[in-house]
């Protein structure tokens, strides 16, 4: 049997658009950068762009497409975001309906696709740099946090801003500030070190998506801006329809995360 | 006489209100951040968010307003800037028509303000190292020359590329990559390095827009994306009515120049 990690970025969407991949794409394709999805339609497009454009740190967007078109032309030309996620959720008023593997028969002509990074393109080099990432030891989700922190509003997009959390030594986390801070286009630097509560997160067990993680004696909570906001803050709103990748099934493009560092 | 240069940022503001400042911004507030201005209608506003989202390097928004809002939020909530830039030109169907002082009468409900990072904010760290800079010590404005790098298409938007040139010691060009590669959202590292032939430049002594600077023996030109890009691709597309500052008049923000540098 061929190793998937090691298979090219297009070779493994043809195998996902054949639905012989329809789960999470966690450690596929190793070293290229992986992407969320939220695809709304035309007349809310302004603002969410508008949205994440005003909230890079929890938005950072990898590509936007043309409205109607389904081709992510900056970071995976020839890919088809209609098919080539391994599981799509749709929402209709903000209200959960379905789950599928295709949404060929859900687009329309004036829909938008959002494609937005994530924080493994920041966590293969903070492995690489030696620091270890707890819920990846742990073999879970990482966990995430809502806080206070209000992103800033734009349109009829509002709602606080949704962090990751990774505990580690101080040393490590100083590191850590160091390696993120050369991914601006992938959350960046840290927004918060250390006592949870400055930024309204009571408690650490309990978070709001995710799982929990053991935080050992010494370590200090590092919290990241979390590419779970803006599709939180897009739910809110209640749009007609709004269609998102499933939890962890991620699109997988043709950028190198390496290419998202400015140094 | 106070001194100009040392006045807050909201000071100089209500000077240039007062039309008691009508000419270029350079040395102003210094320490704070300078901003581009191009206002389109909302129909088109989507589509240039777009291009700017594309083409971060060339197109580094600083902040755009809600439709109709004339309040630049996020760098200066207070600021007007239908009246807080010194000079303004505008252009209808592609072709200038005006220079105004106050845009006021030229405003309408649809309108959005796109304010766009500049040089200046990358100028002050490479002096404070110790790299001069040409077109500061020859006291013109810096040389731009239109390239054969295309744009990213957004919709009805598209052109080349234009850059700004400082020549500088191998020495210098290298700490000036370090540098500006602290301020990705301020234009970042530079494009391109020495042979100017290779970004279709031929000849360094006739500047596309801003005035020709000495090279000195064993200096290489250094070229990085410029703020121009966006004006000139705006115009290209003959918008019915287009809105931006007069060349060298620009807005100071609240923001210093360092909030900018990710590192």
Redesign the interface.
């Known amino acids: 049997m061929r190793d998937v990690a090691l298979l090219e970025p297009k070779e493994i969407r043809a195998l996902i658009r054949k639905q012989e991949i329809t789960g999470p794409t966690a450690g596929l394709s190793k070293g290229y950068t992986q992407a969320n999805l939220a695809i709304l339609k035309?007349e809310h497009?302004?603002d969410f762009?508008?949205f994440?454009?005003?909230n890079t740190k929890q938005c950072p967007?990898l590509d936007?497409t043309?409205?109607g078109s389904f081709r992510p032309?900056?970071i995976a030309k020839d890919a088809d975001i209609r098919t080539d996620f391994p599981k799509y959720r749709i929402y209709r008023d903000g209200v959960f309906s379905e789950e599928v593997t295709d949404i060929t028969n859900f687009w329309e002509d004036d829909m938008v696709a959002f494609l937005i990074g994530c924080s493994f393109t920041f966590e293969r080099p903070l492995l690489e740099s030696g620091i270890p990432i707890r819920h990846i030891e742990e073999n879970c989700n990482v966990p995430m946090y809502k806080t206070n922190i209000p992103c800033?509003k734009?349109?009829i997009f509002e709602g606080p801003t949704v962090v990751s959390m990774r505990p580690m030594s101080s040393a490590d986390a100083i590191r850590a500030v160091?390696i993120t801070?050369?991914f601006?286009?992938v959350h960046?630097?840290p927004l918060h070190i250390g006592d949870p509560s400055q930024i309204g997160i009571y408690d650490l067990s309990t978070p709001d998506f995710g799982d929990a993680v053991t935080i050992k004696a010494g370590e200090v909570p590092v919290f990241w801006a979390c590419g779970v906001t803006p599709q939180a803050v897009a739910m809110e709103s209640k749009p007609s329809i709004m269609i998102t990748h499933a939890p962890g099934c991620m699109f997988i493009s043709d950028v190198k995360d390496k290419a998202y560092s400015?140094?």
Chains 1, 2 share one sequence.
């Open positions: 035309k497009a302004f762009l508008l994440c454009q005003r967007l936007v043309e409205p032309a900056l800033v734009a349109g160091q801070s050369r601006p286009a960046g630097a400015v140094l």
